[in-house]
């Protein structure tokens, strides 16, 4: 499946409409491609919020009981099946309305889907390009994850920051940082590193600890993550 194959299926899996090795097939694809997975998590959210919206556009009792006294009255009591006709013609109509109402109101009372991902979920990417603020950098992560467990967590390390990410690398007081990268990874944070970074300074690919993943930019990783993903931005 590709990114066209996706688009064209998205609204039907949203749906629970497609088969199992369709969506199996979907799953992967979203799996490895960011962009993809960044649309579909936007057109989720915005579904759930439409889903929640919706159901607060009933009448209220006393108004409908009055519309039906005044429609009765209007028809006539005796012509039941006019009368039938006629609230049948009005539901449309005031179904009409309501969704005209949500196809005006709601795109500019909403906030953008970038926002409502936001809001679901606490997404933080940390910027590290210095080796001095790393012990701070850590903290930091490991206090976020303290007060919500769930937040999404990036680190990304460029310029002098990528070296606490190499084999090896220790602080001033020479205590390895690898299980301290260890045990946030395993509590969901992600470490990115620059490869930019490490073309210019001529550090090789294998220096890298496996807990931290390359990319091809740090900075644009940052810029990707905050304007596609809906992450904070946090510079240390
Ligand atoms: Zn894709």
Redesign the pocket.
Known sequence: M??QD?QRLVHAYLDYELDLMTSLDLEA?LNE?S??RARHAEMRALRDLEARQLRFHAAPAPLKARIARNMRAACGNDDARRWRAWRAATAVSVLALAALLAWVVLPRTLPGPHQVVAQSQEKMVYHIANSEDVATALRNVANLLEISPDARIVVVANNQGVDFLLRGARDRDGTPYEPAVSRLKVRGVDFRVCNNTLARRRIDSSQVIPEAKLVPSGIAEISRLQTREGYAYMKL
Request: charged share 0%.
């Open positions: 590709n990114c996706l694809h491609c962009a993809c």
